[in-house]
């Protein structure tokens, strides 16, 4: 599967976005879909994850960040709330069949940079 984020920015703290990953292939519906982030000199972190109903968020972005997919459209979105000068990061999706939701994922997406100034 090939998967391509977008949606990334410069925002002030505060504001919002919503990062979308368009996935490539039949399946889609099957994958675990995660995003992941990676801030300057840090390594990359577990952000959010959707298998069927099942979700799961890192405790550092629990109530600020939604995660969701549209499988009709092979979609998974991050919708950034209340966003704040520490969530600047590149922000990467991510796509597994098999095995915990937070780890270990099978297929990246590029990657797409959020800033938030303060």
């Known amino acids: 599967v090939q998967l391509q984020a977008s949606g990334g920015g410069l925002v002030q703290a505060g504001d919002s976005l919503r990062l979308s990953c368009a996935a490539s292939?039949?399946?889609?519906?099957?994958?675990?879909m995660g995003w992941f982030r990676q801030a300057p000199g840090k390594e990359r972190g577990f952000v959010a994850a959707?298998?069927?109903?099942?979700?799961y968020y890192a405790d550092s972005v629990k109530g600020q960040f939604t995660i969701s997919r549209d499988n009709a459209k092979n979609t998974v979105y991050l919708q950034m709330n209340s966003l704040k000068p520490e969530d600047t990061a590149v922000y990467y999706c991510?796509?597994?069949?098999?095995?915990?939701?937070?780890?270990?994922?099978?297929?990246w997406g590029q990657g797409t940079q959020v800033t938030v100034s303060s």
């Open positions: 991510a796509a597994k069949l098999w095995g915990a939701a937070r780890e270990n994922y099978d297929y």
């Open positions: 292939g039949r399946t889609f519906s099957t994958y675990t």
């Open positions: 959707i298998h069927w109903n099942a979700i």
